[in-house]
């Protein structure tokens, strides 16, 4: 106890001193809301002698001046200023509601400097009715269109957490401040500047102060609110009139000035606004009188002591019938179809028209499409011409027919094709491209059709071309602004005399020789078989069909049963129709009928051919070896019958390894007859093919090779082809293209060698 009075006298010595240096400034009062925070504002000063005991150290101790208890403010968590900058402020949280008590400031360095301020002291305040905020001014009276500055204040006790201030409504700028008291205690303002409407006037203007509570508790909102008066001129000036709704001329009306206005108004005013002048014809709120078709159009004007506002012009129905019915497209001009437009009917008239109907007047009938003032459809190629009926209970009248310029890309588009009907081959026709299109056609494209690709082959809207079997095939193609659209394919039926295709052959089996004529021929070709020069009538080893491909093609099939004991040297295909005729002769000699060559077709083929090319290949590679390095044409001379012999050589290995006699006498000969030339070997080409699978029972030799093979009739006896040039040779390739479901051949390996004449001098 000893040491406590000692500070008290010690404290109480310093008190007297006549420096006063231990000082303090509190308020006299601060409220708080239950639950919330509070901040109590705090400085405090020491004598000079004890400044150098103020460190970290020092704590801040209240206590309640009647009790002395420090208990109940120090669980409310206080937080204290820099106590050796001499800041006491502290703020307490979550106070809650007791008696009101007076606090003084302690401070405890733990050394020499232990103070009480309890001369000073200051009373805390907590309570559940906080003061509203503040309005500043609390009434308002004013002019529309002056500015207005409304201040909104409420007390902030608690720094951490001053007040929300919110307007309602919101009518302008806000500008918010936390401000001071003399005391040091704080405030929030919140001023609304705006500028004062009719709208404003009798609205409750309000400032909600919202204050955070730490107990749970919903947060606190305290409001203060005030009325404006704002003065205005009148409003929304009006005129009724009565009868209301179509008035006949000549009839008496009663017409009404209506207005809203602060003050009310004091005068009103008559005006007749017809011909584009303004009349006065009376003044008072309510006028009567009698209208006519040239006075119906009126309006009012109302003053008081703000100012003064006319109403809009009033309409009193004078009736007739609709009257210059038009009709409105958008968009205006040439449309393109299918686009969406807009119909709007317009019309003059008294009452105003109550009905509208749409018509579509295509093709010579009037179809009704649609009702109202306003239409929305989508145009088309026979959807372009319109008119709308206006109507009301005095009458109706309609419109002439509306056209729109409807913009379409072409349309079917045609080919036609003169002469019409079948044209003979390599004749001249006329193509002509037609068709429906907004704005005309432009432009014009012609296309031929050929293996399967499109040809361009001319412009303009007809095209004079040449027909023949492999240009039979058009179409045309139109183009506008808008876009393009092409034909149908146009097939011109073009007629050819009949020919032979090279696809034709023979083909041997164990006992029996197929022949397959092939012809192609527009009209359709007929075909017939001769032996010996007469035709043949299927005897009863002898068996003849015929295959139609399609109506221009034909095969026809010959069988021969046990060929051996037979003469084929002379069988010919004979094909024919109204344009012409051809013949071909068939080689039948040519085919082996060797049982053992059949049994070493399947086997040795492989391994014949692959023998075959290896040779070749060395043959070549040692030809172009020596002419690079040993070629004189005088060696050459002596040397011939070396040259003769690899000539020899390669002749033989180039013949495929089924022993098939393809010269239709001897190979030797062939071979013989090139060595008898005395020629040099420029180059050998070799054409590799593998074989395609082919059953012992099924063989055939294909006839269809070069210079010296089966095919080459003037080699064979009694055998040729007749009426077939070599122009018509390859039309008859070109045709063959077109034949479906040919049987395909089995290749034979073969090397061809090309012979160079030796000059005198190389001799």
Same mark, same amino acid.
């Given at each position: ?112 400097? =232990? ?274 009926? @206006? ?39 006329? =193509? ?56 149908? =394919?146009?097939?011109?039926?073009? =007629? ?141 001379? @002596? ?125």
């Amino acid at each position: 106890m000893a040491g406590p009075l000692m500070i008290l006298l010690i404290g109480s010595l310093l008190q007297g001193c006549k420096c006063n240096v231990f000082q303090i400034n509190l308020p006299k009062i601060v409220q708080v809301m239950t639950g919330s925070c509070v901040t109590v504002p705090c400085s405090f000063d020491v004598e000079d002698k004890y400044e150098q005991y103020l460190n970290n150290q020092c704590t801040a101790i209240w206590r309640s001046t009647t009790t002395g208890d420090v208990a109940q403010l120090t669980d409310r968590n206080p937080q204290t200023g820099d106590l050796t900058k001499k800041n006491c402020t502290t703020t307490f949280s979550n106070m809650q509601t007791g008696p009101t008590k007076d606090y003084y400031f302690r401070i405890d360095c733990n050394n020499p400097l =232990l103070w009480s301020y309890s001369s000073t002291y200051v009373k805390i305040e907590v309570t559940d009715n906080f003061p509203s905020p503040t309005l500043t001014p609390s009434t308002l009276k004013i002019k529309e269109g002056e500015s207005v500055s409304l201040t909104c204040s409420a007390p902030a006790p608690c720094l951490p957490h001053p007040p929300t201030l919110i307007w309602t409504p919101k009518l302008g700028d806000i500008q918010e401040t936390l401000q001071e008291n003399q005391d040091k205690t704080k405030f929030k303002t919140s001023v609304m500047n705006f500028t004062a409407s009719h709208l404003y006037n009798k609205q409750n203007i309000s400032c909600t102060a919202g204050y955070k509570k730490q107990d749970g508790s919903s947060d606190a909102a305290l409001t203060t609110s005030l009325i404006p008066d704002v003065l205005y001129s009148p409003k929304n000036v009006t005129v009724s009139v009565s009868p209301s709704g179509s008035v006949v001329e000549n009839s008496n009306v009663t017409l009404t000035c209506n207005s809203d206005a602060n003050p009310a108004e004091q005068n009103y005013t008559w005006y007749r606004a017809d011909g584009g002048q303004e009349t006065v014809i009376g003044t008072g709120k309510i006028f009567k009188m009698k209208v006519k078709t040239d006075t119906k159009m009126f309006f009012c004007k109302a003053v008081n002591e703000i100012g003064k506002q006319p109403s809009n012009i009033t309409h009193i129905d004078v009736l007739y019938s609709p009257k210059k019915v038009t009709v409105s497209v958008s968009p205006s001009g040439s449309v393109l179809e299918n686009s969406n437009v807009t119909l709007t009917c317009n019309s003059d008239a008294n009452p105003a028209e109550q009905n509208y109907t749409w018509y579509r007047a295509d093709g010579g009938q009037e179809t009704v499409i649609g009702t109202g003032k306003i239409l929305y459809i989508i145009l088309s190629t026979n959807q372009k011409s319109f008119f709308c009926k @206006a109507e009301n209970e005095v009458g109706e009248q309609h419109l002439n027919i509306t056209h729109i310029d409807v913009l379409y890309s072409p349309k079917n588009v045609t080919v036609s094709v003169s002469p019409s009907g079948s044209v003979v081959e390599n004749s001249n026709v006329t =193509l002509t491209c037609s068709s429906d299109a907004n704005p005309a056609e432009q432009n014009y494209t012609w296309y031929e059709v050929k293996a399967a690709q499109e040809i361009v082959t001319g412009t303009g809207n007809t095209l004079n071309t040449t027909v023949s079997t492999d240009r039979d095939i058009f179409f045309c193609k139109a183009q506008n602004d808008v876009g393009e659209e092409r034909s149908n =394919l146009s097939h011109i039926d073009v =007629l050819f005399p009949a020919r032979i295709l090279f696809s034709s052959k023979c083909m041997k089996t164990s006992n029996q020789v197929s022949c397959f004529c092939d012809t192609a021929g527009n009209p359709s070709p007929t075909t017939h078989w001769n032996l010996h020069g007469k035709p043949i009538t299927q005897p009863s080893q002898m068996v003849i069909t015929h295959d139609s491909l399609n109506n221009s093609y034909l095969r026809s099939i010959i069988t021969i049963v046990e060929p051996q004991d037979r003469d084929l040297s002379t069988l010919q295909c004979f094909s024919y129709n109204s344009l012409g005729s051809a013949s071909k002769g068939f080689c039948v000699r040519c085919l082996d009928n060797s049982k053992e060559n059949e049994s070493q077709i399947l086997t040795p083929v492989l391994i014949g051919s692959t023998v075959t090319f290896l040779l070749i290949i060395c043959a070549l590679l040692v030809v172009v070896w020596f002419q690079k390095t040993h070629y004189k044409p005088k060696s050459v001379a @002596a040397t011939s019958g070396q040259h003769e012999a690899k000539e020899q050589t390669k002749a033989d290995n180039s013949q495929p390894s089924t022993g098939t006699d393809l010269s239709c006498n001897n190979p030797e000969k062939m071979s013989k007859s090139s060595a008898d030339k005395s020629e040099d070997v420029v180059y050998a080409r070799l054409k590799w093919r593998e074989n395609t699978k082919v059953k012992e029972e099924d063989i055939y030799v294909n006839l269809e090779l070069s210079d010296g093979s089966c095919l080459n009739e003037k080699k064979c006896e009694n055998g040729g082809e007749h009426s077939v040039s070599k122009k018509e040779e390859i039309e008859s390739m070109r045709a063959e293209d077109k034949i479906k479901n040919i049987r395909k051949e089995s290749e034979v390996v073969y090397a061809q060698v090309k012979f160079q004449t030796k000059t005198p001098e190389s001799q």
